[in-house]
């Protein structure tokens, strides 16, 4: 086998690769021998089809088949000989392909960037001090209430919490418009469901008020005769209900499946939880800053290959999201730009923190790896159920030891930046787009 190596652009290498016709036409013989014993074609008895016939039939497809797979090998062993590392499939070009003639063909791919790790000292992060506090409790409660809250019906004015039976009919430039009807609809004001100024017109209104009220569609609506217009609706209040939250007692720690302890109980387990969700997401959002100052830091070519297999996973993730909300026979076919840049961001943090894990010779920890087993069963009922199930599923075992090296890889980073405290508050990190 001959082999030359050619560096086309950026990450783009051809091999062209040449095999002895032998190697080739011994393989092609032996395929057709064995196909002349077990074909039948008229006029012959079976395994008496004489080789002139066969080769005429089968010759051609046959030596086609077998180049395949000597350029597959020959590939293979080429790059094991020239110490390339491939990023994704490559593409094949026989180039002669002919009986008694060497086999040569050209392999076209791309290579894993050469990635140099640096300035990790430069890596500034703010990493958030914050903890669950007795009136972050109190907050959560009345969350908790608000899910299992009932409603009273009254004849006072509307206020935001409450919820209206109303009947509307809209129009723009005087003519009623598609979607703009409907009778008995309940909005919960505050709710924001209707476009900006709907609620805070109807607010003050009561049961038997009628009104017309004049609110425009926001430029970036998404019907598009209705962007940017105004419109009037007709608006009829049939009903007016506040809503009545449930007492917070031993029965309402029931609602919970706390059956023993109560409301002490209940104040313990969600605390809980609310301190097991903030761990996770402080984590995550050092982990954001550690690895937005890593791609700043660094310019990495990328191998188109790797992006293309990364925009496949992400459109068929979000296929499967909308599975459950749609037919599947309807679902469109989500164009490749809308996940490029995500795609290009997650190989790119891909290669840099394999870079990062080679050169320091990171290697899984398995009190890592049990640690965040321990934490995901935590959530469940039964967490000694979840550990045993992920210690007898070899993918989700070994899922999770990819999680822990990219958690090493992180703390180590994380190690090496300049990192300041910062105090913070539970609701700024766990809902930070409500500042």
Excluded: C
């Excluded at 190697?23 to 039948?40: F, G, H, M, P, W």
């Excluded at 017109?201 to 009104?211: F, L, R, S, T, Y």
């Excluded at 935590?378 to 070899?394: C, G, L, M, T, W």
């Amino acid at each position: 086998m001959q082999v030359s190596v050619e560096t086309t652009q950026g990450l783009e290498r051809r091999l062209t690769i040449s095999v002895p016709a032998e190697k080739v036409d011994v393989e092609v013989k032996n395929r057709l021998r064995q196909i002349s014993k077990t074909q039948r074609i008229n006029g012959f008895r079976p395994g008496k089809v004489p080789p002139s016939v066969i080769q005429k039939r089968y010759g051609q497809s046959v030596r086609q088949e077998v180049a395949g797979e000597v350029m597959q090998r020959n590939f293979v062993d080429a790059i094991v000989a020239e110490k390339i590392n491939p990023a994704g499939r490559p593409s094949f070009v026989a180039k002669s392909n002919e009986d008694g003639k060497a086999l040569e063909f050209e392999a076209t791919f791309e290579v894993y960037p050469v990635v140099e790790i640096k300035d990790l000292d430069k890596i500034a992060i703010e990493r958030p001090q914050v903890e669950v506090t007795d009136a972050d409790l109190d907050d959560m409660f009345v969350t908790l209430q608000k899910q299992h809250q009932t409603w009273k019906e009254n004849k006072r004015k509307s206020k935001e919490g409450d919820k209206l039976t109303l009947d509307f009919t809209g129009r723009v430039d005087g003519e009623e418009f598609e979607g703009g009807k409907a009778e008995g609809f309940e909005l919960e004001l505050g709710a924001g469901r209707m476009i900006p100024g709907f609620e805070q017109e109807v607010i003050g209104m009561k049961a038997g008020d009628e009104q017309t009220i004049k609110v425009t569609f926001p430029e970036d609506y998404h019907a598009e005769n209705l962007k940017g217009k105004e419109a009037e609706f007709d608006i009829v209040i049939h009903k007016n209900e506040g809503p009545v939250l449930p007492e917070i007692d031993d029965e309402f720690a029931k609602l919970f499946g706390i059956e023993e302890g109560g409301v002490e109980a209940l104040r313990a387990e969600v605390s809980k939880n609310m301190t097991r969700e903030l761990t996770q997401a402080v984590k995550a959002k050092v982990k954001t800053q550690v690895l937005d100052g890593l791609l700043a830091a660094h310019d990495v070519e990328l191998p188109s290959a790797l992006v293309t297999q990364e925009v496949d996973v992400l459109r068929q993730q979000a296929m499967q999201r909308f599975q459950g909300q749609m037919d599947p026979k309807n679902l469109p076919q989500l164009p490749a730009e809308m996940f490029t840049e995500q795609a290009e961001r997650r190989v790119k943090i891909g290669l840099l923190l394999g870079e990062v894990i080679k050169i320091n010779e990171l290697k899984v920890d398995d009190a890592k790896v049990n640690e965040l087993i321990a934490s995901a069963a935590s959530a469940y009922e039964d967490p000694k159920e979840v550990i045993e199930y992920y210690a007898n599923n070899q993918e989700l075992m070994q899922q999770m030891q990819n999680v822990a090296l990219e958690e090493q890889a992180v703390e180590f980073l994380v190690e090496k930046a300049q990192v300041s405290d910062k105090k913070a508050s539970f609701n700024e990190i766990m809902n930070p787009e409500a500042k």
